[in-house]
């Protein structure tokens, strides 16, 4: 008797453990990785100021970002600066309503192995669909992040403007 509990207990924690996977740390690391870099980024466009063109920002503390290549649980968080995520059409919509305006994007973002990251990071016009108006500015930043720890630091950077 005691044996077929043991047996039946066994089976019971087995079927209800079924389904339940323990969660997998290397996703979760990409995952704290991928939004570390974009929080390290986005300071050094908009709080640093490194993003070219950053004086021609409609409101610097409220910045239009393309959500185009950005991980769609991402929420930026920067003190002072309101981040505002669009879509493609949502950013065309706001500039066919309220007129040209200068947003950021990212372009790309890889990790070559654990402990190297890149990311580019551009600014460029959205322009209404009765504009005529050509902009000479714009451009963009990569840059190439190491980890020392469970610190992520700059390790290279170029700029570019257009």
């Known amino acids: 008797m005691r044996k077929t509990c043991g047996i039946v207990l066994a089976a019971l924690l087995m079927l209800a453990c079924q389904g339940q996977r323990s969660p997998d740390p290397q996703a979760a690391s990409a995952e704290t990785r991928e939004t570390r870099i974009l929080d390290l980024a986005m300071e050094r466009a908009l709080i640093e100021k490194k993003i070219p063109d ?14 185009r290549n950005l991980p769609a649980d991402w929420r930026p968080r920067l003190d002072g600066v309101e981040i505002l995520l669009l879509t493609k059409a949502e950013i065309e919509t706001r500039a066919n309503r309220d007129g040209d305006f200068l947003f950021i994007y990212v372009s ?51 700029s570019w403007i257009s």
């Open 108 to 158: 790309e973002m890889s990790f070559p192995d654990s402990d190297t990251a890149s990311i580019r990071v551009h600014s460029m016009w959205a322009k209404a669909k009765d504009s005529n108006v050509v902009y000479l500015s714009g451009g963009g930043f990569a840059v190439i992040y190491h980890k020392d720890g469970d610190t992520w630091k700059e390790a290279s950077s170029a």
């Open 54 to 67: 950053h004086g021609l920002l409609a409101d610097p503390r409220k910045v239009v970002l393309s959500d």
